[in-house]
T-cell receptor, first 115, second 112 residues
């Protein structure tokens, strides 16, 4: 089945530093990837849609300069949390659709803790 | 953004019992999908039901869709302790944006 590999699974960083999260589609090409954020016991909130070869589309209220997205190839999208602050601590998940009309495949998520 | 509500928000049952979760949404959809999430993990796709389908089965899962009421239900029969997880519905809206909009989720606990 279609797999999206997300790394790292867990990261702790100091305030002010930047953290990069990678998502790779392992056995299919993903022209579009989706980045979500999830707070404890809450649902997923779409942050941005990453498009291969073009700029990402950000949801309202998401700072594009803070959450940098790069989708440089058909199998790799990255989310960089820049100048991280404790309020950025959250669970970040990516997903992609392996084919039209199919269910989406999600990465295993990255738990970011900013101290 | 969240499309709608899931009901109940939390459900606790005994092993062997059936679990029913409901989902409501607001817009017209291409399809509705159910996902499962174990604590601290990514989401796993369970089942997809298209807007022209009314019921779908997969193993112990049964999903219904009522587009006139903009609602769906997920039934897990003969639950097991391993079914303990959060369950989310997600809609693929019209016009097609190739994106999913999630409900708030139901936290299911199955007691052995």
């Amino acid at each position: 089945g279609a797999v999206v590999s997300q790394h790292p699974s867990w990261v702790i960083c100091k305030s002010g530093t930047s953290v990069k999260i990678e998502c790779r589609s392992l056995d299919f090409q993903a022209t579009t990837m989706f980045w979500y954020r999830q707070f404890p016991k809450q649902s997923l909130m779409l942050m941005a849609t990453s498009n291969e070869g073009s700029k990402a589309t950000y949801e309202q209220g998401v700072e594009k300069d803070k959450f940098l997205i790069n989708h440089a190839s058909l199998t790799l999208s990255t989310l960089t949390v820049t100048s991280a602050h404790p309020e950025d601590s959250s669970f970040y998940i990516c997903s992609a659709q392996p084919g039209q009309g199919r269910g989406y495949t999600f990465g295993s998520g990255t738990r970011l803790t900013v101290v | 953004s969240q499309q709608g509500e899931e009901d109940p928000q939390a459900l606790s049952i005994q092993e062997g019992e059936n679990a029913t979760m409901n989902c409501s949404y607001k817009t017209s959809i291409n399809n509705l999908q159910w996902y499962r999430q174990n604590s601290g993990r990514g989401l796993v796709h369970l089942i997809l039901i298209r807007s022209n389908e009314r019921e779908k089965h997969s193993g112990r899962l049964r999903v219904t869709l009522d587009t006139s009421k903009k609602s769906s239900s997920l039934l897990i029969t003969a639950s097991r302790a391993a079914d303990t997880a959060s369950y989310f519905c997600a809609t693929d809206e019209i016009p097609a944006g190739n994106m999913l909009t999630f409900g708030g989720g139901t936290r299911l606990m199955v007691k052995p």
